[in-house]
């Protein structure tokens, strides 16, 4: 079991970056994928990248090389630096743990993107 907890959110312009930080309740070392998820306004909450253990990092098509999904084991969190945001990438933005058959979720974050 793990509590998650999202940080960094906010209003930008479009051009402009955020990272969002996702701090755990304990140790992330032996969970084998962390990643973010987000969720527009009447539309299904979409995978945005995710990542593993041993580093590997995986993004949805609309955010390759503008996003970048990292992890610190040592600080037991995960980020999600976000650059040249657009419209379309408002919404709220939830980080989760897959532990075994369980996914764990934050409370998640809104980023809102408008000029």
């Known amino acids: 079991q793990v509590q998650l907890v999202e940080s960094g959110g906010g209003l930008v312009q479009p051009g402009g970056s955020l990272r969002l930080s996702c701090a755990a309740s304990r140790s992330i070392a032996s969970i084998d994928v962390m990643g973010w998820y987000r969720q527009a306004p009447g539309k299904q909450r979409e995978l945005v990248a995710f990542?593993?253990?041993?580093?590997?990092?995986n993004y949805a098509d609309s955010v390759k090389g503008r996003f970048t999904i990292s992890r610190d084991n040592a600080k037991n969190a995960v980020y999600l630096q976000m650059n040249s945001l657009k419209p379309e990438d408002t919404a709220v933005y939830y980080c989760?743990?897959?532990?075994?058959?369980?996914?764990?979720w934050g409370q998640g974050t809104q980023v809102t993107v408008s000029s």
């Open positions: 990542i593993t253990n041993g580093g590997s990092a």
């Open positions: 989760y743990a897959a532990i075994s058959i369980r996914t764990y």
